[in-house]
């Protein structure tokens, strides 16, 4: 697995153990995004020349999220 800082959705899926659609969802309602991911630049970041536009998370903020117990 790369250790690059920032990564996609699918792989975010993967660390949380949860659908890709799933960490779609909770990027694309800005509150939603807020309250999961924390501010545009700490946990998350939007391409949008890149392919489609594509969200992309900060590793070690799905790392910690991935450590939370479920609520």
Known sequence: MSSSVWISPKEAAELLEVSERTVQRSLQDPDQRAREWGGEGEGWRFK????????????????????????
């Open 48 to 71: 949008p020349l890149s392919t489609r536009g594509a969200y992309q998370l900060r590793r070690s903020a799905v790392e910690r999220k991935a450590g939370q117990p479920e609520k």
